[in-house]
């Protein structure tokens, strides 16, 4: 077990696994006032099949959550995705709080003209373009190892949205076990009011965290930049 543990990284834990095991929890409450003597019946192995399960079903709403943002969320809030407006005149304001600090990022395009071969790059949209400048930029800070506050909202930022969507499923089961199985339960209809505030509380602050850590990143390399600037 303890090297079963070892296995996971702190990414894996708070994106798949500390969210899944929310999620089971919140499907179990539900789901107990009629299965429960089925989970009672079984022995201790049933504690490792749940956090097993819970590590999958983590696994499951993190590529569910991604495939959303990609395909509709940011196209609908912001009109792409975060990587592809950052630096996009007509989009800042969904990302930075003021112009002052929308212009300061602009200061990134400087440095990528040794990275990138300016042929292809003028070639490109608007929108290949500013996810190339993101992905170098990452991978830049990845490399000198800056990357530490930003990986922390990303963290934050996913699991934020894995248990957004757990609280949309429960409610789901809810109703269905309503509407669906007649199952009367006061706790079921109490419960769905606070999943749906729940629900609201998370997508906020997936939202929030993610475009903080665009801004994050790209404050970290500018000044890893002109600190290696000043050095020379």
Known sequence: MEKFVEK????????MLVPGIVISCLFSISLSFKYYDIWKNYGNEKYVLFFVFSY?????????????????????LCGGEL???????????????????????????????????SEIYENASEKEKNALIFEYCLNICE????TYKADKMLIISEMSRSIFLGCIFTIVINMYLIFVCSYCSTFLYYEIPLLVISAIIFFYRKIR????????????????????TIEK
């Open 209 to 228: 965290y993610e475009k903080y850590r665009i801004r994050i990143l790209i404050r970290m390399f500018l000044i890893y930049v002109q600190q290696q």
């Open 8 to 15: 996971f990284n702190i990414f894996d834990i708070f994106t």
């Open 83 to 117: 990587r592809h407006i950052f630096l996009s005149e007509d989009c800042y304001k969904n990302i930075f709080d003021t112009e002052l600090a929308y212009k300061n990022a602009l200061d990134i395009k400087v440095y990528f003209k040794k990275y990138i071969n």
């Open 56 to 76: 999958v079903l983590g696994v499951v709403f993190q590529e569910i959550g991604t495939i959303l943002d990609e395909k509709y969320l940011w196209k609908h």
């Open 143 to 146: 490399m000198k190892g800056i």
